[in-house]
């Protein structure tokens, strides 16, 4: 599978804008990498995160989400794994990953689990209640949201059952990249899966985004890395190596479930 990170720079509360620039930004990735899935990072819609008029700014149902990106997806026969956006449903405004197939089908939505409480996200969004994997061109994937990443059980969780391809959409901050770089690669090696990082870069207020989006193989070999600008990484991640890196060190069939306890 081919897979392009757009790591994009959004403006902050401007979602038309927005809109525009990642509908232009997927038409020339596709144009120029000729990827299979093409990903965003977390709230290009928005920013993260306007506490002013949030609920306004907010895609409602993931209406504009769906006909804008979902289209493009049918348009171009290619996956998108569609970052995620600022979400008014439900009676309230949730950080939600929409994932559409080549024939621009809705085939995932989750709804950020773990709220960022240090920057206030749990005052202003509500936590998603379901993990979320999906099949893309055949092979088993899952999304997580930012946070989440530093979460270790519940991507264990979802790789019990096998996966192939773990997408992270991040608004990762520059000050703490080297945190990022770090739990990527450790969930690439320990679950033995490709794990995609599409962070965004610039800033919203005093927070300066850091960039350095990765895409990760499950010896934890980085395959593509960007810089801290905007820009695009491309890698072919060969799916044939899974097997023989499962079977070498078989991690899974190892564990010992019975001995772990961590609902405390």
């Known amino acids: 599978m081919k897979i392009t990170c757009i790591q994009m720079d959004m403006l902050f509360g401007e979602p038309e804008k927005n809109f525009s620039r990642a509908e232009e930004l997927i038409e020339k990735a596709v144009a120029e990498t000729a990827p299979d899935t093409v990903t965003l990072p977390e709230t290009w819609n928005t920013g993260f995160f306007p506490r002013e008029g949030l609920e306004a700014l907010a895609d409602k149902d993931g209406a504009e989400v769906k006909s804008r990106i979902g289209a493009l997806a049918k348009k171009h026969g290619v996956n998108i794994v569609a970052g995620s956006v600022a979400n008014l449903k439900n009676g309230g405004v949730f950080n939600t990953c929409y994932v559409f197939d080549r024939a621009g ?35 088993r994937c899952g999304v997580i949201i930012c946070y989440d990443v530093r979460f270790p059980e519940l991507t264990r969780t979802m790789t019990v059952g096998g996966l ?3 997408f992270v959409v991040s608004q990762w901050p520059k000050v703490r990249i080297p945190h990022l770089l770090a739990l990527t690669k450790a969930r690439a090696i320990e679950n033995q899966m490709f794990v995609v990082c ?67």
């Open 105 to 139: 089908k809705t085939v995932a939505e989750y709804d950020k689990t773990h709220l960022f409480a240090p920057m206030g996200e749990d005052g202003y969004f509500k936590k998603g209640d379901h993990l979320s994997t999906f099949d893309l061109d055949g092979r």
């Open 164 to 166: 192939d391809f773990l």
């Open 198 to 264: 599409c962070n965004s870069c610039g800033s919203a207020g005093e927070t300066v985004y850091g960039g350095a989006s990765t895409i990760t193989d499950p010896w934890g070999e980085t395959l593509a890395a960007a810089g801290p600008d905007e820009q695009f990484i491309t890698a072919g991640c060969d799916v044939s190596t899974l097997k023989s890196i499962r079977e070498s060190i078989n991690v899974f069939r190892d564990r010992r479930p019975e001995l772990y306890n961590i609902n405390r």
